[in-house]
């Protein structure tokens, strides 16, 4: 294959990508639209109009939203690859950082991948900026300030390169010193880091951005602990989250790994459920754990990471590869940006495929809930979740194959009723 020949098939497979998102979206917005006027049947004594009608605004209001934000992504990947972004950057990087230490490869392709990622980050704010203070805020969800969402950032931004530019600096190292097989050498590497941070999330970095406090509320404290007597489940502790702190939205997690595992509430989520309700949710979520579902998308996750890696070590035999991207003077750094930044061209029909597994491990968390509690609280819950987060309850079909892992409001509730 020659340069130009994968400049092409990049060109077309990104048009097709990008329309075909936009498509699904305009499909979207049509159905939500078609179904705006009546609640559906199934809901109808549990959800009130006006909060269904509330739901589609929302969700059309976010896809619409999302149908500009595919546009200038698309746009954003040509300036960085065919429009020479990528490539100016990095001879900027090569001219500045040409003398002493920074002459070395590896910390001249780490400064240009981190000032990649940077202007990145910076052109595509803007958009995080304005769903969040704009439409989160005008359908009365969004607590943040601006204040806060600048700490959030910064914080962010710290974490990462405490914990990334190490990772990227053996990245680059064993791609350049391990041979042909430097690629499984860096998905073990990517493996225990993952791993890592699984294990040190939930007591050193969630508890930077929330307040984690232990569930003071005895009855349903004595209620929760029953239940995970039942299930078999220990954790380090029942932990309520100040998510009202950035948001109205409510929900309900396990997090952590091996020792570290705990359960945590929003607060939000506490305010609106009943005792039976939360634990009929803690119940769904603890399926999770029982039906190992963790554990099997932690494996599909190394697999595929595996996968791309080994391509990735037969694209950077090429010739092609980056030069096609519109990098002219290709690089071990550049070659491992480029391919994760086009990644998601080429992959985009994995999506239903990742979706429908994840919709599978939602019904048999469900399903597992229904075993251990009344599977109608699990329903009175979810309904209540749904109002609260203002999830449509008719979204497309085809558009919820492609972007949902959850399955859609009334099939997973008459699901539910089965039970």
């Known amino acids: 294959m020659t340069a130009a020949q994968f400049t092409f098939i990049f060109i077309a497979a990104l048009a097709m990508t990008t329309l075909a998102k936009l498509w699904l979206a305009r499909r979207h917005l049509a159905y939500i639209a078609a179904h705006r006027a009546s609640v559906p049947e199934a809901f109808h004594d549990k959800v009130a109009l006006g ?7 929302y969700t059309s209001a976010k896809t619409r939203f999302d149908m500009l934000g595919t546009l200038f992504d698309a746009a954003l990947l040509l300036s960085f690859t065919l429009g020479g972004g990528i490539q100016f950057i990095a001879g900027t990087v090569s001219a500045g950082l040409g003398n002493g230490w920074f002459s070395a490869p590896i910390a001249q392709g780490m400064a240009t991948l981190v000032a990649v990622l940077v202007l990145y980050s910076l052109l595509e704010a803007p958009f995080n900026i304005y769903r969040t203070f704009v439409i989160e805020a005008r359908f009365g969800f969004n607590k943040m300030t601006f204040k806060l969402y600048l700490l959030d950032a910064l914080k962010g931004i710290s974490i990462g390169a405490v914990l990334g530019l190490p990772l990227l600096f053996g990245v680059l190292w064993l791609m350049g010193r391990m041979g042909a ?11 225990v880091f993952n791993l890592l941070i699984l294990f040190i999330y939930p007591s050193y970095i969630a508890p ?14 004595a209620r929760i602990e029953s239940l995970l007597k039942r299930c078999g ?18 929900n309900a997690y396990f997090t952590g790994f091996g020792k570290t595992k705990r359960i945590v509430f929003f607060d939000t989520l506490l305010e609106r459920l009943s005792v039976d309700e939360v634990e009929a949710v803690l ?11 963790v554990v099997k998308r932690i494996a599909a996750t190394f697999a595929l990471s595996l996968g791309f890696l080994w391509l990735l070590g037969l694209l950077m035999q090429t010739t092609w590869f980056c030069q096609g991207l519109g990098v002219s003077t290709p690089s071990t750094a550049l070659a491992l940006l480029l391919f994760f930044m086009v990644l998601p061209v080429f992959s985009f029909l994995l999506g239903p495929i990742m979706s429908a597994y994840s919709r599978k491990h939602e019904f048999e968390a469900d399903s597992y809930a229904a075993e251990q509690t009344d599977a109608a609280d699990l329903v009175n819950a979810l309904v209540k979740l749904y109002q609260d987060n203002a999830a449509t309850l008719t979204p497309d079909p085809l558009y919820s194959r492609f972007y949902d892992s959850h399955p859609p409001a009334m099939v997973r509730i008459a699901h539910l009723q089965t039970q």
Request: hydrophobic share 45%; proline share 2%.
């Open 51 to 57: 909060d269904h009608q509330k739901a589609a605004d």
């Open 181 to 191: 097989y430097w690629w499984l050498y860096v998905w073990l590497v990517w493996m």
């Open 208 to 221: 930077l951005f929330n307040k984690f406090s232990p569930m003071q509320d005895e009855t349903m404290k």
């Open 233 to 250: 489940f220990t954790a380090q502790g029942l932990f309520v989250m100040d998510g009202s702190k950035r948001s109205a939205h409510g």
């Open 283 to 293: 119940a769904h979520e603890l399926g999770h754990f029982k039906r190992r579902h």
